[in-house]
């Protein structure tokens, strides 16, 4: 055996050798060129049209991450580009209203959105699970499903489907469990309450037998302040902060159990995204994983202070009793089986992760501390 080994391994090396000095062979080196390269990159760029795109958000660009990251996206286009990328940066309602963005990009109406994926359950079911999964990995395995294992086929085949290229633009970490106007002791106290959430949450709080309400971010605080809602679940300490939830909602609880990682979409026209030529699609590809490297520190490192001055403000910050985060994952399982069996590409997506988390919790196991 470590002699058929011994011998493969010597008749690569000699191909490759071969294969390099061979007359009229080329070099993959880009830098041993004569210029020609650079050259017909040059005229290509030259036969390139500018863009110019608005992009509606569904996040207000003052709320942290989330929003910021439109204008943080915008900004390093436009540098990387020379200008020649130019996107205009739409606050939520502005061209559309926030929960018509899916069929504003698909129809072309608008050019481009920045949202989350689990505002469009209703388009197909495994959208809310790139948004956010319930009891679901932390955001490196996450993305190690998303960028190796699959994920990032399915997602972008069903964004496809609806006349729309989408690319994950930033990341955010885990969310609090919910806000509300009264303490959570017991299962029961959560049955009969309206509450402000969207996805796979809003789905296992109405299993419990919460009612829910699906909102746009910006119209999250109307309601809890004239009391529409009797509690809230959307996302991070940082950015319920800036939602001034602290101001009706006196209890915060954790963990977060329906988002340990979420995604945050950038959602083109795919018929705009097919007319750019392949170098300005790279540029956007790069300005997005800039992107989400840059979330995935900042938005850890604000969440202590977001944290911080949400105690100040005099909000009691608490875990549900383990008997209630049992009963949500329990209600998540008898979701996440019903969604699957009604669904084909719920069933395809969560099969995927599961049997992703499957492997890497063994490597899970031996490697993390």
């Not at 569904?58 to 020379?82: N, Q, V, Y």
């Amino acid at each position: 055996m470590r002699g058929f080994i011994g011998g493969l391994v010597m008749g690569l090396v000699i191909g490759v050798v071969l294969a390099v000095t061979a007359p009229g062979s080329k070099t993959s080196d880009p830098s041993l060129n004569t210029g020609q390269s650079s050259s017909r990159l040059t005229n290509s760029n030259n036969t390139e049209k500018p863009v110019k795109w608005k992009l509606a958000s569904a996040f207000p660009s003052e709320m942290p991450l989330s929003g910021s990251l439109g204008l943080t996206l915008i900004d390093r286009l436009k540098k990387i580009s020379s200008g020649k990328i130019d996107v205009e940066f739409h606050e939520p309602g502005a061209l559309v209203p926030t929960l018509d963005l899916f069929e504003a990009v698909a129809s072309g109406t608008v050019d481009a959105g920045l949202a989350s994926s689990q505002f469009w359950g209703d388009k197909s079911a495994a959208f809310e699970l790139f948004g956010a999964v319930p009891f679901g990995p932390d955001i490196a395995s996450h993305l190690a499903w998303f960028r190796h294992h699959g994920g990032q086929t399915l997602y972008e085949e069903i964004y496809h489907r609806n006349n729309i290229h989408s690319l994950i633009c930033g990341v955010t970490g885990a969310a609090g469990a919910g806000w509300f106007d009264h303490p959570i002791k017991e299962l029961k106290d959560l049955k009969g309450l309206k509450i402000a959430a969207t996805g796979l949450a809003a789905r296992v709080y109405r299993f419990i037998g919460a009612t829910t309400v699906s909102l746009a971010p910006a119209d999250i605080l109307t309601a809890l302040k004239e009391k529409k809602v009797d509690g809230v679940a959307y996302s991070t300490p940082a950015a319920d902060e800036f939602l001034k939830l602290t101001d009706y909602a006196k209890y915060y609880y954790f963990p977060g159990w329906f988002q340990q990682a979420g995604f945050i979409d950038f959602m083109i026209n795919l018929t705009k995204w097919q007319e750019l030529s392949s170098s300005q699609q790279k540029i956007i590809e790069t300005a997005c994983m800039a992107n989400m490297e840059y979330s995935l520190a900042a938005g850890e490192a604000g969440q202590f202070d977001a944290l911080k001055n949400i105690v100040i403000r005099g909000v009691d910050v608490k875990k549900f009793p383990p008997k209630i985060t049992l009963a949500l994952k329990r209600a998540w399982l008898e979701v996440a089986k019903t969604r699957a069996s009604a669904n084909k590409d719920f069933r395809r997506v969560i099969n995927s992760l599961k049997n992703f988390r499957e492997d890497y919790s063994i490597w899970q196991e031996l490697g993390k501390i």
